[in-house]
């Protein structure tokens, strides 16, 4: 079975601090990939990023970066600097061969909450 | 470039009553999604399309049906609305022909509010 867990129910923390937020997966398929989601308060969902289980390598995308792990089923996600602009929920989905390469299995999102 | 538009953005029903909520996207995108999110459980999703004319079930389609008339609409039918249908639901697209990489990235409408009393 394919599942997302996303343990963090909700994490508040000071403005320009770090926060990681937790997402480990589990999954049989060989070929699968990990996304990110933001939803803001507005309520879309903005896409953040994907990786495709072939690629382990860390992506820093400014304030954001995050961490592969396959020995761990893990796909951590790190805001450095955190700002109030960053208040939203976040989550993981993930996709494969199994639940068809077009269908997500999100985790139950992680609400972070940034305080001036 | 609006993306994906769902109407309407909030609506309030009776148990027993009927509505659809539309979901169009401008993107010529192949596949379509309705998701429904409540509270502790993320996503999930209720039905889905791979293109015009076709639909399939999800994870939870009870209570629900869809229709792919025309490629960019994808449209989410409750029959007789049970305060189990409570929830907000985001319609979502995906792949573009000839943009094989991105086929699996979805997006997102801004989502329905739907309360039923």
């Known amino acids: 079975a394919q599942k997302v867990t996303q343990a963090q129910t909700e994490i508040s923390v000071v403005e320009k601090e770090d926060v990681t937020l937790d997402c480990v997966y589990e999954?049989?398929?060989?070929?699968?990939?990990l996304f990110w989601y933001k939803q803001p308060p507005s309520g879309e969902l903005v896409f953040l990023i994907r990786?495709?289980?072939?690629?382990?390598q860390n992506e820093i995308s400014g304030r954001y970066s995050w961490n592969f792990q396959k020995s761990t089923s893990s796909f951590n996600f790190t805001i450095t600097a955190s700002q109030v602009v960053d208040s939203a929920v976040y989550f993981c989905?993930?996709?494969?061969?199994?639940?068809?390469?077009?269908?997500?299995?999100f985790g139950t999102g992680t609400r972070l909450k940034v305080l001036a | 470039n609006a993306g994906v538009t769902q109407t309407p953005k909030f609506r309030v029903l009776k148990t027993g009553q009927s509505m659809t909520l539309l979901c169009a996207q401008d993107?010529?995108?192949?596949?379509m999604y309705w998701y429904r999110q409540d509270p502790g459980m993320g996503l999930r999703l209720i039905h889905y399309?791979?293109?015009?004319?076709?639909?399939a079930k999800g994870e939870v389609p009870d209570g629900y049906n869809v229709s792919r008339l025309k490629k960019q609409n994808f449209l989410l039918g409750l029959e007789s609305a049970a305060p189990s249908q409570t929830s907000v639901y985001f319609c979502?697209?995906?792949?573009?022909?000839?943009?094989?990489?991105?086929?699996?990235?979805?997006?997102f409408g801004a989502g329905t509010r739907l309360s039923v009393l």
């Open positions: 989905a993930l996709t494969g061969t199994t639940s068809g390469t077009y269908k997500y299995i």
């Open positions: 990786r495709n289980s072939f690629d382990e």
């Open positions: 999954t049989r398929d060989t070929t699968y990939y």
């Open positions: 993107m010529n995108h192949e596949y």
């Open positions: 979502a697209s995906s792949y573009e022909r000839g943009r094989e990489l991105a086929k699996n990235i979805q997006y």
């Open positions: 399309s791979v293109g015009e004319g076709t639909t």
